[in-house]
Nanobody, 113 residues
């Protein structure tokens, strides 16, 4: 099982960005998968998750209405669309499969004010 996140970088407050997570070794419809982030000096937190069926999603309160999780089964890729970015969104973002304890390398997002 391998996960590789990408798409981070430097963004301005109010801007948008899309993160991608390419997975291999399994298909996205088998397990719940999600995005997590860790800001400097803070604990890692779950940002958004989607079930294997795709029927249910979860968003942490600070990102509700701004972030959207999605996936492309054919490409075995998960996405996180980030809109209305805020400086407090600055963090290393990871994609992970909690039930397998699998996590990819993160991608750093820095939001400037």
């Amino acid at each position: 099982v391998q996960l590789q996140a990408s798409g981070g970088g430097l963004a301005q407050a109010g801007g948008s960005l899309r993160l991608s997570c390419v997975v291999s070794g399994f298909t996205l419809d088998r397990y719940a998968i999600g995005w997590f982030r860790q800001a400097p000096g803070k604990e890692r937190e779950a940002v958004s998750c989607i079930t294997g069926s795709g029927a249910s999603t979860y968003y942490t309160d600070p990102v509700k209405g701004r972030f959207t999780i999605s996936r492309d089964i054919a490409k075995n890729t998960m996405y996180l669309q980030l809109n209305s970015l805020k400086p407090e969104d600055t963090a290393v973002y990871y994609c992970a499969i909690p039930s397998l304890g699998a996590r990819g390398q993160g991608t750093l997002l820095t939001v400037s004010s």
